[in-house]
């Protein structure tokens, strides 16, 4: 028989048989709770349909609505999570949150919609089986028509989106300039591409251009050369040489 749950609002936990160690506060929350534990479900219809659900915490109007055998996720906002049924390990916090997960693992939503576009509500923004995936922000999400789960991947930012794995997005197709106070650097340099590099003390762009080649970056131009061997500090002109791949010292390309 159920045991060790705390049951406040009319219909919740009202399917209770063997289910243990559960707070179910509001109207039909937990209500289709059969053999679940340890959940606490606080709000109106939160965790309605669980059934063998265990250590979830659904807080706000339809948070974990759909949860049936879902376990150990955090649903924070009115209808976080409302769709997760087999999913783990999410935490999901803002209003609609997660709102589409149903087996996705591993995620992180923060803000609200986080997970999905709620300004063009359409498949491909839908994060519902992904996993490991991080976004931060309104509607922050994916953007792939390719309904197969990504993962190991962040969005960062007011719909900003992310559309393959293993991929980080700071900010979405509006942001105009980036600015750090440390170092950026890569662990790896292959293929070509090219690049404008800041050339002032300032931090300002001046139109250098900076090749990737291979495991070398040919500078074209005038960049920022502090803490450079062989060059002074300040803005130096360092046209036919490249960066090696130490990120201390410069080499002619002669």
């Known amino acids: 028989t159920a045991h060790?749950?705390?049951?406040?609002?009319?219909?919740?936990?009202?399917?209770?048989t063997a289910a243990h160690h559960n707070n179910n506060i509001g109207v039909n929350a937990g209500y289709y709770q059969t053999t679940a534990y340890y959940n606490n479900n606080i709000g109106v219809n939160a965790g309605r349909n669980q059934t063998t659900a265990y250590h979830n915490n659904n807080i706000g109007?339809?948070?974990?609505?759909?949860?049936?055998?879902?376990?150990?996720?955090?649903?924070?906002?009115?209808?976080?999570?409302?769709n997760q049924t087999t999913a783990y390990y999410n935490n999901n916090i803002g209003v609609a949150s997660g709102y589409y997960q149903t087996t996705a693992?591993?995620?992180?939503?923060i803000g609200v919609a986080a997970g999905y576009n709620p300004d063009n509500d359409i498949a491909r923004y839908r994060s519902i089986i992904d996993s490991k995936m991080t976004f931060i922000g309104y509607g922050a999400t994916r953007d792939n028509k390719d309904p197969a789960a990504l993962e190991n991947s962040v969005a960062l930012g007011y719909k900003t989106y992310v559309t393959k794995s293993n991929q980080v997005v700071l900010g979405?197709?509006?942001?105009?300039?980036?600015?750090?106070?440390?170092?950026?650097?890569?662990?790896?340099?292959?293929?070509?591409?090219?690049?404008?590099?800041?050339?002032?003390?300032?931090?300002?762009?001046?139109?250098?251009?900076?090749?990737?080649?291979?495991?070398?970056?040919?500078?074209?131009?005038?960049?920022?050369?502090?803490?450079?061997?062989?060059?002074?500090?300040?803005?130096?002109?360092?046209?036919?040489?490249?960066?090696?791949?130490?990120?201390?010292?410069?080499?002619?390309?002669?």
């Open 4 to 16: 060790h749950n705390n049951n406040i609002g009319v219909g919740a936990g009202y399917y209770q």
């Open 172 to 254: 979405n197709s509006n942001v105009t300039e980036g600015f750090t106070n440390g170092s950026i650097k890569t662990s790896t340099l292959s293929g070509t591409s090219t690049r404008l590099v800041a050339a002032t003390s300032d931090g300002t762009l001046t139109n250098s251009i900076a090749t990737q080649s291979g495991d070398s970056l040919i500078v074209t131009g005038k960049v920022l050369a502090t803490n450079i061997v062989g060059t002074n500090t300040g803005d130096q002109d360092l046209s036919g040489y490249r960066l090696n791949t130490d990120h201390d010292s410069l080499s002619s390309l002669d």
């Open 105 to 109: 693992y591993y995620n992180n939503n």
């Open 61 to 82: 109007v339809n948070a974990g609505y759909n949860q049936t055998t879902a376990y150990y996720n955090n649903n924070i906002g009115v209808s976080a999570g409302y």
